[in-house]
């Protein structure tokens, strides 16, 4: 099995590489970079790239892919058939599936499922606490061995501070990584960010101040005992200041955000859109521009979906009773051109960086890269190409997507996964 690309404009910020060239592939690895253009021959599939970016394939490291247990709303098929179709590689999975993935067998499961009917990578997050329920330490070292990446009760905070302490000693012993969902529950009680329009709508509001009692004591706690935190999910301009200022004094703590907290207000949920219903809340559009100020001056690593597919009866309901979360891996990265590329907030290897490269060294996995040896997992899209989404033809089995009739760029042309072209063959099955 042979592959060249041609002639693509190959943006591999991991090796430095921003140029016009080509890149061979031979049983699933990158054999060469900059190879000759007349290497065509027999045997050798040719994709001719020309005028589309290639880079390394996105690393997604929050996503709710449902299985096991709540496959009606998604399963490891579709979920990562959804994110290959949006030019995700590897997927890192969080644990609040039915059961919970917080024991060996759990995460085994996951991986061995992923390699029987995957289309992208898979990563397990194991659970920091037994059951999510906060109250008993999960058995981090033997999800750790099973092929755990990182470790979360995501769904839920971890209220008690010395779990989070202990949990942050553990993950540094078996070098995962701690993921913190950040919400103080007593401040956090409501449907969407507090504030003029939630007043407006008689909603509850939930403070900014939820996210950021939580991230400033994870910060604190990683801080004071030298470990590792990453933070999740972050949407307020306080939690960005926070971190701004903790990485400067040389705190061990990274942290994403997710397209809706840079392309959306708090002002979507107008109309009770449930949609625009998530947890953390959308913002205010102050909030929107610190976060680009954020992504822009490094303070935030990563951008991630927190993919959250529900059925549509969770959904198609009122607002207060609606699920929180949306469907997010087809639109990231058009949603990264549009918002950050072409507004001039990040460049094309900045955005490639913060949806690949980042994400894959904080979980400590050998993706993010184009150099030779590694699998080959590359995406090539055209970012000048317009296209329009349409919530009917999502790969995801959840539809909950603030996004229909948007129109973004770069929708990913071909998406290899392993060596093995997947995108295409979808888009040949419509
Ligand atoms: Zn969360
Ligand atoms: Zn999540």
């Known amino acids: 099995m042979k592959l060249l690309i041609k002639n693509g404009h190959v943006i591999d910020p991991a090796n430095g590489i921003?140029?016009?060239?080509?890149?061979?592939?031979?049983?699933?690895?990158?054999?060469?970079?900059?190879?000759?253009?007349?290497?065509?021959?027999?045997?050798?599939?040719?994709?001719?790239a020309s005028g589309k970016i290639v880079a390394p394939g996105l690393v997604d490291m929050h996503v709710h892919l449902r299985e096991p247990g709540q496959e009606y709303k998604e399963d490891i098929e579709t979920g990562t058939r959804a994110a290959v179709c949006g030019g995700v590689t590897s997927v890192a999975c969080m644990p609040n599936t039915d059961p919970v993935c917080d024991n060996e067998t759990v995460v085994t499961y996951i991986k061995k499922r992923a390699e029987e009917v995957g289309y992208a990578n898979v990563f397990p997050v194991g659970a920091i606490s037994k059951g999510l329920e906060g109250k008993l330490l999960a058995e981090i070292g033997e999800m750790a061995f099973a092929g755990a990446v990182a470790v979360s009760d995501d769904g839920r905070p971890v209220e008690n501070s010395g779990m989070m302490r202990r949990a942050i000693e553990y993950a540094k012993m078996f070098d995962v990584i701690v993921i913190s969902h950040c919400e103080d529950p007593a401040l956090g009680e409501g449907d969407m960010n507090e504030g003029a329009v939630a007043t407006a709508m008689g909603l509850r509001g939930i403070s900014p101040a939820a996210e950021e009692v939580m991230a400033a004591r994870d910060i604190l706690v990683a801080e004071a005992i030298g470990g590792r935190v990453h933070i999740a999910h972050i949407s307020t301009r306080g939690t960005v200041e926070l971190i701004r200022e903790a990485k400067k004094r040389g705190?061990?703590?990274?942290?994403?955000?997710?397209?809706?907290?840079?392309?959306?207000?708090?002002?979507?949920?107008?109309?009770?859109?449930?949609?625009?219903?998530?947890?953390?809340?959308?913002?205010t559009a102050d909030d929107v521009a610190a976060i680009k100020e954020g992504l822009a001056d490094g303070t935030i690593d990563c951008i991630v979906t927190d993919h959250a597919p529900h059925h549509p009866d969770e959904k198609q309901c009122e607002f207060g009773y609606a699920k929180n979360g949306i469907v997010g891996l087809e639109t990231s990265l058009g949603l990264g051109i549009k918002c950050l590329v072409k507004e001039g907030v990040l460049t094309m290897s900045q955005l490639i960086e913060k949806m690949a490269v980042n994400p894959a060294h904080i979980l400590g996995i050998a993706k993010g890269s184009l150099a030779v040896g590694q699998a080959a997992d590359i995406t090539i899209f055209d970012p000048e190409k317009p296209w329009t989404v349409d919530i009917t033809k999502l790969h995801s089995k959840g539809k909950n997507s603030p996004y229909d009739g948007f129109e973004l760029f770069g929708k990913p042309e071909y998406v290899i996964v392993n060596g093995e072209v997947i995108v295409n063959q979808f888009e040949l099955m419509r």
Not at 42 to 47: A, G, M, N, T
Not at 252 to 278: D, I, Q, R, S, W
């Open 18 to 48: 921003d140029e016009v060239t080509n890149i061979f592939v031979e049983n699933g690895v990158i054999s060469e970079v900059g190879v000759d253009n007349d290497l065509d021959g027999l045997d050798i599939e040719i994709i001719d």
């Open 251 to 283: 705190v061990k703590v990274t942290c994403e955000t997710c397209p809706h907290y840079f392309a959306l207000t708090e002002e979507a949920c107008m109309g009770f859109n449930t949609n625009a219903k998530m947890n953390p809340p959308l913002r």
